[in-house]
């Protein structure tokens, strides 16, 4: 049944103007994993969600979101070995639930990786205005801030690097990934030296009342920095262009959250102890921190660094979101005509273009903690999605190939599961609101269009 189906997809996916070239091995795929994850939670989030959520348990709530997001990768390792197709949480809904289900799971994708962008865009902006503040070179206000904050007008630097981002993913992957590997040494320096200048500075009194917010704001604070879990979810779409996918995705999957996760609790809980967290309400959390106890050459090396670091951020998300596009066009669900892949780049160019549009213009108009906000719900439910399939797969192919095998199934794939239905429901009710009105959203364009122009009719 599952090959039939994908022999099914293949009408629309081995089509000789969107095939993709494999030239992505281990370290590229763990790179990638890494400067996908690595960015507006560590350099960004953590400091809303200490001021407003959870103060320094903020520490307990990336340990939280940590576990379910590990839930979440091991299913999709599992998925990634062993059902392939072109990856994603949308390929292997439609493997495992049918169509309809991959759809609204898609459209959902889409709606994460669209604004997770243009979230990450919103963060770097504000450390390159402050990196520019340290030069003593004013920016306008009015060309720095989205129209939602005061003397703001239109977030240009957000829509300039979409921009950029959007070139170079046109140019090709294997620029992409080049680009991608250095600027992640880059990034995991400058964390280390906030490691190691932060650790000199603690002040304990910071941790006291640990729990400002009681137990429901780690939970909420979970639900908000999961946000910087999302990335590795990006290499599952990379199967089809991945040297030996059913042994390297897996692999990158695990092993990029593994690390990051550390890297995030060891942060988080340094940035509460050099000040109060209290003050970490700004766009530039951890850069300000360090201005505060007096570093402010290390903050102005720690700001270039986290500017290079949702550099990346941006970039794989970017690449995911047009993979999972290029999956969904292919299938007839959106219109083929702009799935075609250049064939000297091999890159989808139009659907660049397009995905690259939309995620500038909510960069320059839209406030980060919305869009924030939009991501984790959606991604919340896509990761519940994967993890329940891999029960149905389970049941429904157990003889089928698993080069690698979900640990303690189906306990932990429930366990998944409902860690990600737990803190979405910790997500603020407004959230909720949008997140249906996206969905119904998404019901009307299925059914006036892709239902009617699916390559399985």
């Not at 950029?164 to 993913?169: I, K, N, S």
């Not at 988080?268 to 921190?289: E, F, H, K, M, Q």
Request: with cysteine.
């Amino acid at each position: 049944m599952l090959r039939n189906l994908f022999r099914k997809k293949a009408i629309g996916h081995i089509h000789q103007h969107s095939s993709l070239h494999r030239s992505l091995n281990l370290i590229d795929l763990t790179l990638m994993g890494i400067g996908a994850i690595i960015g507006a939670g560590v350099f960004v989030l953590t400091g809303i969600a200490a001021a407003t959520k959870a103060g320094p348990a903020v520490v307990l709530s990336y340990t939280l979101a940590g576990f379910a997001s590990m839930f979440a990768a091991l299913a999709y390792a599992e998925l990634a070995a062993s059902v392939g197709g072109t990856g994603s949480a949308y390929s292997y809904a439609y493997a495992g639930f049918g169509e309809f289900i991959a759809w609204i799971i898609g459209w959902n994708l889409l709606l994460e990786y669209i604004m997770s962008v243009g979230t990450v865009a919103i963060g770097w902006s504000g450390y390159v205005s402050n990196l520019f503040e340290a030069m003593h070179i004013h920016l306008p206000t009015a060309l720095t801030k989205n129209p939602f904050e005061e003397g703001g007008a239109i977030n240009l630097l957000a829509m300039l690097v979409i921009l950029a981002l959007t070139g170079l993913l046109c140019i090709g992957v294997r620029q992409s990934v080049k680009f991608n590997a250095v600027i992640v040494f880059i990034k995991l320096l400058t964390i280390a030296v906030f490691i190691a200048v932060a650790s000199l500075n603690v002040n304990v009194d910071n941790w006291h009342d640990f729990l400002p917010f009681g137990w429901l704001g780690v939970m909420q604070g979970a639900a908000l920095v999961f946000f910087a879990y999302i990335g590795f979810d990006a290499l599952s779409t990379a199967v089809e262009e991945a040297v030996d996918p059913q042994r390297d995705v897996p692999i990158a999957i695990i092993a990029s959250l593994v690390v990051c996760t550390l890297i995030y609790i060891v942060v988080s809980g340094l940035l509460t102890g050099i000040v109060p967290y209290t003050t970490l309400n700004v766009r530039s959390p951890v850069a300000d921190a360090l201005l505060q106890i007096g570093h402010q050459t290390i903050g102005g090396i720690i700001a270039a660094g986290a500017i290079a670091g949702l550099t990346t951020v941006m970039l794989v998300m970017f690449y995911g979101l047009t993979r999972i596009f290029l999956a969904m066009s292919r299938d007839g669900l959106v219109p083929l005509v702009i799935a075609k892949v250049n064939p000297t780049t091999h890159t989808p160019i139009r659907i660049i273009l397009i995905m690259g549009t939309i995620i500038a213009l909510i960069a320059g108009f839209a406030p980060i903690d919305r869009a924030a906000e939009l991501v984790n719900i959606g991604t919340l439910a896509a990761f519940a999605f994967v993890c329940g399939g891999v029960i149905v797969f389970r049941w429904t192919h157990p003889d089928l190939p698993r080069p690698f095998r979900l640990p303690f199934s189906p306990v932990i794939p429930l366990l998944g599961v409902g860690f990600c239905v737990y803190l979405m429901l910790n997500l603020p009710l407004v959230t909720w609101w949008r997140f249906l009105i996206w969905t119904i959203l998404g019901l009307i364009v299925y059914f006036t269009y892709s239902y009617k122009h699916s390559v399985l009719k």
